[in-house]
């Protein structure tokens, strides 16, 4: 058993714990190869004879010494509806598109990116105010579900699976940390969205009129001065508004780094942050 490339917030260290007690207290083998291509860990798996090999979000390319080990071939669980958002990162790439409409696909594990035929797929409607970290707990518990009935789809031969259509394909690039740095010259809605899209990592950051980082937990799409220049601080009372590319955006719970994180109304009390001030992109740091 190894571990997804999920949105990051908890250790991976208390992951894998919770996940090889959950195993070993249904009775399962736990295996951890650091390489499933090693050939001990191959004739491991071989003496189980496996049927079916099933991964989500797996992060490693598998090889045909892999694929081609069960004579049911090998199932994937992606979080996308496949043509759309194959790649690393379907569940941010959804919410940064303003996607209205999600969910999992199954689909058989080829050589080239997410390309195989599709056994089954399960659609999820995207709340206006959901994160990535909410989506991947619920498409976690739908991907689990469209898993179980895909083996029962082989295992009574009814399964179909059908071809990708390639024109509509679109791709989700790997998510890093500088892409949460905010450009205010960005359209509100778009900058929205990608505090949603990169919550809870890689968080999307800014710097006050002080000079200080803080992260942006949440926000919304609000009406502003269309004539003020983006950045622009438009109210710092109650409400923190702050002037885009277009719109403005409400910044609704924020985080110094080290801190807990605050409602906008307690954050301001003690920012002695001005309407007019100028707030900036921090600068980026590539990992």
């Known amino acids: 058993m190894t571990l997804p490339d999920k949105p990051r917030g908890r250790s991976r260290e208390v992951e894998e714990s919770e996940l090889v007690r959950a195993a070993r207290g249904h009775g399962l083998a736990v295996f951890q190869p650091t390489d499933p291509h090693a050939p001990e860990f191959l004739g491991e798996l071989r003496t189980l004879r496996p049927e079916v090999l099933c991964v989500a979000s797996y992060g490693v390319i598998l090889k045909p010494a892999l694929l081609e080990l069960?004579?049911?071939?090998?199932?994937?669980?992606?979080?996308?509806?496949?043509?759309?958002?194959?790649?690393?990162?379907?569940?941010?790439?959804?919410?940064?598109?303003?996607?209205?409409v999600t969910g999992v696909s199954i689909q058989r594990i080829v050589l080239a990116l997410d390309e195989g035929d599709v056994l089954l797929a399960k659609e999820r409607t995207i709340g206006a105010r959901e994160t990535s970290g909410d989506l991947f707990a619920s498409l976690a518990v739908l991907g689990g579900e469209a898993l179980v009935e895909a083996l029962d789809q082989?295992?009574?031969?009814?399964?179909?699976?059908?071809?990708?259509?390639?024109?509509?394909?679109?791709?989700a690039r790997k998510i890093r940390k500088e892409r949460g740095a905010i450009?205010?010259?960005?359209?509100?809605?778009?900058?929205?969205?990608?505090?949603?899209?990169?919550?809870?990592?890689?968080?999307?950051?800014?710097?006050?009129?002080?000079?200080?980082?803080?992260?942006?937990?949440?926000?919304?799409?609000?009406?502003?001065?269309?004539?003020?220049?983006?950045?622009?601080?438009?109210?710092?009372?109650?409400?923190?508004?702050?002037?885009?590319?277009?719109?403005?955006?409400?910044?609704?719970?924020?985080?110094?780094?080290?801190?807990?994180?605050?409602?906008?109304?307690?954050?301001?009390?003690?920012?002695?942050?001005?309407?007019?001030?100028?707030?900036?992109?921090?600068?980026?740091?590539?990992?």
């Not at 004579?71 to 996607?99: C, E, K, T």
């Not at 082989?154 to 791709?171: C, N, S, V």
């Not at 990169?198 to 200080?212: I, S």
């Not at 719970?253 to 707030?279: T, Y």
Request: glycine fraction near 10%; charged fraction near 20%.
């Open 70 to 100: 069960c004579p049911q071939g090998a199932l994937n669980v992606h979080g996308s509806l496949l043509p759309r958002w194959r790649g690393a990162s379907p569940i941010q790439a959804a919410v940064l598109a303003g996607d209205a």
């Open 154 to 171: 082989l295992e009574d031969g009814i399964a179909t699976f059908t071809p990708q259509d390639p024109t509509r394909a679109t791709y």
């Open 183 to 287: 450009d205010w010259t960005k359209p509100a809605v778009e900058l929205e969205r990608a505090v949603r899209a990169f919550n809870p990592w890689p968080l999307v950051r800014f710097c006050d009129p002080k000079g200080r980082e803080l992260n942006l937990l949440a926000a919304q799409v609000v009406e502003g001065d269309a004539t003020a220049a983006p950045g622009t601080v438009l109210e710092a009372n109650q409400r923190f508004v702050v002037a885009c590319g277009s719109g403005a955006l409400e910044l609704l719970e924020l985080q110094a780094a080290g801190k807990r994180a605050l409602p906008a109304a307690e954050f301001l009390r003690g920012a002695r942050i001005s309407k007019g001030e100028k707030v900036g992109t921090p600068p980026t740091h590539p990992k």
